[in-house]
């Protein structure tokens, strides 16, 4: 980050929820997380300034357990993310035939309304990552084809106050765009989006801060003038020069 020219970082470790009687993420699993992190801010004081996330996956799974890791640990940003279905990463699923892909998306479309509207978060990650996991299986997903299961869920977004990440890491990829595109991000601004944030989605050195210019001209595009960073989970707007 420091080579990158960045002064401000934040570590959004993933929490994954689960339904039934799957095991829970312990809470040693954030405290060591909290520990690594005030020895990062003790080596780098000075140097780059880092902040404390978290991205909670499914959090409508487990809501008891999402507000106690809420509540015990001083978070600055919080993603509500999809990842999994039925405790099945998207990932390992079958994108077997056009018919099988449909019920993946209607199914992820499902939990993504569920996470909107009853969720504590500040940003929704991702809105449309299904489509990275079908070009792996060499088909193409556009969520233009469900706009009776989207638009409520950019809608309820807007409504709670809540921000659209701008999530990067698909330009890296096969899909070769942002997650969501432009169009989409255009349309949470018409509905009366506020905040967007914007994520490289790092999960390597080299990768981080990747796409984030290219994430600010398609915010500016899509009518925001400034993009969001949150502290203390209060968001705060730089403007997009």
Not at 157 to 185: D, M, Q
């Amino acid at each position: 980050a420091i080579q990158k020219g960045l002064t401000e970082l934040t570590f959004t470790e993933h929490m994954e929820m689960f339904s039934g009687n799957f095991k829970r993420y312990p809470v040693s699993y954030m405290q060591q997380y909290f520990g690594n992190l005030a020895r990062c801010r003790e080596k780098f004081a000075g140097k780059l300034v880092l902040k404390a996330g978290v991205e909670l996956g499914q959090g409508q799974l487990d809501r008891e357990w999402e507000k106690t890791i809420i509540d015990l640990f001083p978070f600055d940003f919080i993603i509500g993310s999809v990842h999994k279905m039925d405790n099945v990463d998207m990932g390992k699923m079958a994108f077997a035939d056009e018919a099988q892909t449909k019920r993946i998306i209607q199914q992820n479309l499902e939990y993504l309304w569920e996470l909107v509207d009853t969720c504590d978060f500040d940003s929704l990650g991702h809105v449309d990552l299904v489509k990275r996991y079908a070009a792996n299986h060499g088909i193409k997903v556009d969520l233009a084809e469900y706009p009776d299961q989207l638009m409520p869920i950019l809608r309820r977004l807007a409504e709670r106050g809540k921000a659209l990440e701008i999530n990067t890491s698909g330009l890296r990829g096969p899909i070769g765009e942002t997650s969501p595109t432009l169009k989409y991000v255009k349309r949470f601004r018409e509905l009366g989006g506020e905040y967007v944030t914007l994520g490289s989605d790092a999960h390597a050195a080299e990768d981080l801060g990747e796409g984030i210019q290219q994430a600010m001209e398609l915010a500016c595009q899509a009518g925001f003038s400034y993009f969001t960073f949150y502290k203390k989970r209060q968001p705060r707007l730089l403007q997009i020069y």
